[in-house]
């Protein structure tokens, strides 16, 4: 049976996030979202608090944390911006791939050079051709003695433009669908790798996402993890990792949707006075608290659940789903309590019905967490 009551450690750990997030984030989020600016000076801060590496254990430089600890500190983050989150633990999701399937020996030599100071890195799974169906990736690696030729194109990759490490999925042979997949780590620098243009989005304009395309780049041996089509299986147990902590991260662009909410209805007036006294908004507020509540409990038993040694496949699909579709519904509900003034880039809710749209987006579309839970769940009628 979980526990949630917080150690001291985890409270202090809470504590670093709440005040970095609301002393450096939070000021600087409405400007960099209205400009699309990528605060790479806050990134370096989260870098240099240990907010960064938040997965990779303290022998390769990382903060060696659990996954609840990891949500723990996202959750604080999003509460100030969802975008500047989302580019301070993308090398989380990058970097997973090479603790699942790396040799210790390719730990030591990528991880800790890596760690010893600020670098981002990118997760290239998702392609043009289509994003959900990761299985029909269509990135090439043929086999030239001891090294790779990777060939393709990488879509919406989070921090692209920035990163300067790789983590790459592509096909040894397309024929064989899933199995052909292998994954590799990529320096930046390699001839042939080129990040596209940061694309102009919706939301999470703090953060960067670009294409990659790699063009004969050379890869060798040495930087395959684990054997030829086993990428498929690293990519979809990373996710079962680092889903959790984006339900987490939805959850925080929740509380803070409602929190803006809460607030914003016991100072203004209608009808002589606070419409935090009208019951339509009080039933509002009541539901907005039932789903921030429920998706922070889902996401932390998923979390628990992982750290317990599960793998959590069903847990954090669970949580990724319905913390992100509680964030767009939370964070409706805070515009329609601001009304007019909601609708208001003045205002702060708007943006984060921008942000919270990503969350049931990106990691897997919701439609996928639903299918995942669906197989899950089916097997164990089967
Ligand atoms: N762990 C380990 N192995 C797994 C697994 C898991 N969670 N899920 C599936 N597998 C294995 C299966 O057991 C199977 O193995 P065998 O061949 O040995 O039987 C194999 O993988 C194929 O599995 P499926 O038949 O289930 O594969 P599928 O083609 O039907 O696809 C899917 C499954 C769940 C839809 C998968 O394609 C998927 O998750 N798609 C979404 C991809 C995604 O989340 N992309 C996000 C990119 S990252 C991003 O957005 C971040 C960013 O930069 C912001």
Redesign the pocket.
């Known amino acids: 049976m979980p526990d949630f009551s917080l150690t001291p450690e985890q409270e202090s750990l809470r504590d670093l996030a709440r005040k970095f997030a609301r002393a450096e984030m939070a000021p600087q989020a409405a400007e960099c979202d209205r400009i699309g600016r990528f605060p790479e000076e806050i990134y370096r801060k989260a870098y240099e608090l240990g907010l960064m590496n938040l997965n990779v254990p303290t022998e390769y430089g990382g903060s060696g944390l659990g996954v609840v600890d990891q949500c723990l500190i996202v959750e604080e983050l999003a509460h100030a911006c969802g975008g500047m989150t ?1 580019s301070v633990i ?1 090398n989380c ?1 990058a970097l997973e791939p090479i603790l699942l399937g790396g040799t210790p020996a390719q730990k030591e030599r990528i991880l800790s050079p890596f760690c010893a100071k600020y670098q981002l890195a ?2 290239c ?2 392609e043009p051709s289509g ?5 029909g990736l269509k990135t090439r690696a043929r086999k030239d003695g001891d090294q790779y030729v990777l060939d393709g194109e990488k879509c ?3 921090n692209a433009p920035h990163a300067s490490l790789y983590t790459v999925f592509a096909t040894v042979d397309p024929e064989l ?3 052909g997949i292998t994954a590799f780590v990529v320096p930046r620098s390699a001839a042939g790798v080129t990040p596209g243009k940061d694309e102009e989005k919706m939301g999470h304009r703090a953060s960067s ?1 670009s294409t990659v395309r790699f063009e004969g780049v050379r890869v060798p041996a040495t930087d395959r993890l684990g054997a030829e089509g086993e990428g ?2 690293l ?3 990373t ?2 990792q680092t889903r959790t902590p984006i339900g987490a991260l939805a959850t925080g662009i929740a509380q803070a949707a409602l929190d803006h909410a809460a607030a914003y209805a016991l100072k203004r007036q209608t009808f002589g006075k606070p419409i935090a006294e009208h019951q339509a908004i009080q039933i509002k507020l009541a539901n907005m608290a039932q789903a921030v509540h429920a998706a922070r409990l889902l996401t932390w038993h998923a979390a628990w659940t992982i750290d317990h040694g599960a ?1 959590g ?1 069903l847990e954090s699909s669970i949580a990724k789903c319905f913390a992100s579709d509680a964030a767009l519904e939370v964070a409706d509900e805070a515009i329609q309590t601001f009304g007019g003034y909601g609708y208001m880039k003045a205002y702060p809710v708007e943006k984060l019905l921008r942000d919270a749209k990503l969350t049931q987006i ?4 919701n439609e ?1 967490q639903r ?2 839970i669906a ?1 899950e769940l089916l097997q164990k009628y089967a």
């Open positions: 989302t993308a999701l990118s997760f799974l998702t994003g959900s169906d990761a299985g919406f990759i989070t669908r899933h199995k996402t498929f299986s990519a979809m147990r996710l079962d793998k496949t990106y990691e897997g579309a996928i299918t995942v197989r």
